[in-house]
T-cell receptor, first 113, second 113 residues
Framework: GDSVTQMEGPVTLSEEAFLTINCTYT??????LFWYVQYPGEGLQLLLK?????DKGSNKGFEATYRKETTSFHLEKGSVQVSDSAVYFC????????????FGDGTTLTVKP | GAGVSQTPSNKVTEKGKYVELRCDPI?????LYWYRQSLGQGPEFLIY????????DSGLPNDRFFAVRPEGSVSTLKIQRTERGDSAVYLC???????????FGQGTRLTVV
């Protein structure tokens, strides 16, 4: 079946540092890929998505590129802020059923001032 | 309301008891999903409704779990003879159709003691 493997955390960075959270996937077919974020005390929110190879999703300074050849969708941000502290989840879904997703286990990011 | 609403936000129950968890989706959303998130893990798909019918219940772990959506809006997840292993956060999500990504509620934290 489908699966998502995320870089294990927790990750602790200083403000303005560069962030990479690795994500690789295994899927039958051609999935859509997502990054979700869960801020403390809040629900899961879609951060960005990509639906085909070489697409780059971006939002709030975060980016991730759909790499079919390496089955990866790594999350990056050039300069993190304290407010980026959260749990980040990589996920995939069949393009014909976008709400039914397979999630990774999440990576906790803490940004220190 | 503006978002997906789940009640209660917290539920503590004794082993062997029956519980019901409620989800109120975004108005007009026809697709509704239930997920379960155990501590330190990503959400796991349980069941998907399109309108009133369960289109995919492949994620329900056993026959103690059941969900309904009688009028195509509010959904109730029902767990019979609860076990300590059922302790988790139960997430509900809805989308305008199955081809678009879903919006998540804040979840119900179920603790079975």
């Amino acid at each position: 079946g489908d699966s998502v493997t995320q870089m294990e955390g927790p990750v602790t960075l200083s403000e303005e540092a560069f962030l990479t959270i690795n994500c690789t996937y295994t899927a039958t077919g051609y999935p859509s890929l997502f990054w979700y974020v869960q801020y403390p005390g809040e629900g899961l929110q879609l951060l960005l998505k990509a639906t085909k190879a070489d697409d780059k999703g971006s939002n709030k300074g975060f980016e991730a590129t759909y790499r079919k050849e390496t089955t990866s969708f790594h999350l990056e941000k050039g300069s993190v802020q304290v407010s980026d502290s959260a749990v980040y989840f990589c996920a995939l879904s069949d393009r014909r059923d976008a709400g039914k997703s397979t999630f990774g286990d999440g990576t906790t990011l803490t940004v220190k001032p | 309301g503006a978002g997906v609403s789940q009640t209660p936000s917290n539920k503590v129950t004794e082993k062997g008891k029956y519980v019901e968890l409620r989800c109120d989706p975004i108005s007009g959303h026809t697709a509704l999903y239930w997920y379960r998130q155990s501590l330190g893990q990503g959400p796991e798909f349980l069941i998907y409704f399109q309108g009133t019918g369960a289109a995919d219940d492949s994620g329900l772990p056993n026959d103690r779990f059941f969900a309904v959506r009688p009028e195509g809006s509010v959904s109730t997840l029902k767990i019979q003879r609860t076990e300590r292993g059922d302790s988790a956060v139960y997430l509900c999500a809805s989308s305008s159709d199955k081809n678009t990504e879903a919006f998540f509620g804040q979840g119900t934290r179920l603790t079975v003691v």
